[in-house]
C-alpha cells in the first residue's frame, strides 16, 4: 500500500497503465466515484476489498466500455436484459446477469452470476477504452461510509490506499446504479438508483422489487432505522440494512422526540426550501437544502455532498427530512434508511 497520499490526475492513459499493472485506481463515473482494478486478475480485486475494508461477501460491479465484453463475462441476454441494455446503456444500470467462468469467484462472492454496467460518463468511458478490459468497481469510499461524488472525498477516505483518482469532476447522478437482477424470468430490483422503477417498467412492464433487508417492507421512517442483521438474502448480497452512513448519528425527522435534542448541535438535511417539515423542532447548528423547488435530480446530485458537510461539522446528530417515494426519491430514502443509526 502506497504510504503517501495519491495523486489526483486527468491523464486517462496513465490511469490505465496503473490498472494494466495490478494497481488501484478511482474514477468519476456519472453515478459516484468507482475504486477500480482489472476485473480478471484476482489480485488486483482482492486489493479492492482490502482497500475499502469490504467483506468478501459483497460482490462488485463490473463497468464495461460497450456490449463487446458481454457475451465473454455472461450468458445470452434474455429479450428483457437486451430491451433494459438498449435502453439504458450507457447509463446508471447494473444487470445481474449469469456468469462465465473468466470472472473471477472473487468478483462475484462466489456467485453464479455477475453485475456489469457500461457507465456514460466520457472519462469513464476512455479508461475503459483505453484499458481494454473490464474494470471491476465499487464505490470509493471506505465499507460503510458516505459515496464520494467528488475526487476530493475519494482523497480525504481513501487517499492513503489507492494509486491514483482519475479526477473527472462532480457526478451528476450522485447515486449508485439501479441493480436489476436479470437471471429470473421478471426482473427484480435488487438496489434503488439512478434508473428509477418507474423507468424500468415503461421497458419491460411490472418488476420485483427485492432490496435485501427490511428496507423493502418498511415504510421511510420505521423500523429500517433499528439495529441491522449483518447478512442480507440471498439476491441482494451486500445489501446491508446500514449503509451510507455518517460518523454522526443520523435520523429521520419525523421520528424524532424532541425532547431528546434539546441542548443538542442538530444538523438537518432538508429536501427542498418549499418543504419545511422539520424546521419547528429546534434550532438547527447546520442546514443543507438539497433543491430550492424539490427536483430530485438535483437533489440526488448533491445529497451525499450535502451529508459530508454536515457530517464534517462535530454535530451531536443529523435529522433528515424524507424524499417523496416516488422516482429517484426511492433510491435517496433507501439511502437514507441505511444510513441511519
Ligand atoms: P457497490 O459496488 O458498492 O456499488 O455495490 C454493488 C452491489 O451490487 C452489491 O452490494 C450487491 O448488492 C450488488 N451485486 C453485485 N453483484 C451481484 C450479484 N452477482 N448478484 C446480486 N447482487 C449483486
Ligand atoms: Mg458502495
Known sequence: MPDAKCPISTDVSH??????????????????YGLGANALDEHAVARIYEAKNRPHFDPLIVHIADTGWLDRLAEKLSPAAQSLANTFWPGPLTMVLPKKNI???LVTSGLPSVAIRIPSHPLALELLQQFDLPIAAPSANPFGQISPT?????????????????DSGPCDVGVESTVV????????????????????????????????????ASSVGSSACSTKELHAGVAAPGMLSQHYSPTTPLMLAG????????????GLLQFSETHTAARHIADFASVEILTADGNLRLAAASFFAALRRLDAEGLDLILAEPFPDHGLGRALNDRLNRACH
Open 103 to 105: 470472472v473471477p469467484d
Open 150 to 166: 467528488t475526487a476530493q472525498h475519494v482523497l480525504d477516505n481513501l487517499g492513503h490506499r489507492i494509486d491514483l483518482i482519475l
Open 181 to 216: 437482477l436479470m437471471t429470473d424470468d421478471r426482473p427484480q430490483i435488487l438496489r434503488h438508483g439512478g434508473i428509477t422503477q418507474e423507468q424500468l417498467e415503461s421497458v419491460v412492464g411490472p418488476v420485483d422489487v427485492h432490496l435485501g433487508n427490511e428496507a423493502e
Open 255 to 266: 421520528d424524532v422526540d424532541t425532547g431528546l435534542i434539546s441542548n443538542k448541535r442538530v
Open 15 to 32: 490511469a490505465a497503465r496503473i490498472l494494466r499493472a495490478g494497481g488501484l485506481v478511482a474514477f468519476g463515473t456519472e453515478t459516484v
